[in-house]
C-alpha cells in the first residue's frame, strides 16, 4: 500500500498516512480537525547497477576490431579501412 503525505490548513502538521489506491483521501487532521490537502512527494524508487537496462536496452557494445593498433588494415575489416 502506498504511503501518503497530508498537511493540515489549520496546524500546519504534516504527516504520513497508509492508504489503498482505492481509498478516498483524508480530509480531517487528527490533531485538530482541521482540513487537511494532500501533498506531492517524491517517490523513493531507484535502480541502480546494471541489471535490466543494460541487458535489454543499453547500446550494443562492438567487438574489437582484430587490426587494431596495426598498421596495415585488413581486409575484411570496415573500422581498420575507414580508420
Known sequence: MPIYEYQCKKCELVFEARQKFSDAPLTECAECGGEVQKLISQAGFALKGGGWYDQGYGK????????????EACGGCPKAANG
Not at 60 to 71: F, Q, T
Open 60 to 71: 550494443k557494445k562492438e567487438a574489437p576490431c582484430a587490426a587494431a593498433g596495426k598498421s
